[in-house]
């Protein structure tokens, strides 16, 4: 059965245009990408490695849940 899920932060830059991912359940992790997915993706192998650096991998598979924050405007308009 797998643990609890880490918890990671994705935020949207808007002037670098990327969205930034950290984690206090992972030490160290602060990495960015251009799309979500390949955030994702960055973040399935970074996730183990740095767990393993900071001793504190203890099972194969590592849930973790993302929660992902971004801005937007939107505008009035006139109807009629």
């Excluded at 643990?3 to 949207?12: I, Q």
Aim: hydrophobic residues 45%; glycine residues 4%; negative net charge.
């Amino acid at each position: 059965m797998l643990g609890k899920p880490l918890f990671v932060r994705a935020d949207w830059d808007e002037e670098a245009e990327v969205w930034v991912a950290t984690s206090d359940d992972v030490p160290g992790l602060a990495t960015e990408e251009e799309t979500l997915e390949k955030l994702i993706q960055k973040l399935k192998v970074m996730i183990p490695e740095l767990l393993a650096v900071n001793g504190e991998l203890k099972a194969e598979e590592i849930p973790f849940e993302i929660l992902t924050r971004r801005f937007e405007i939107a505008n009035k308009i006139d109807v009629g």
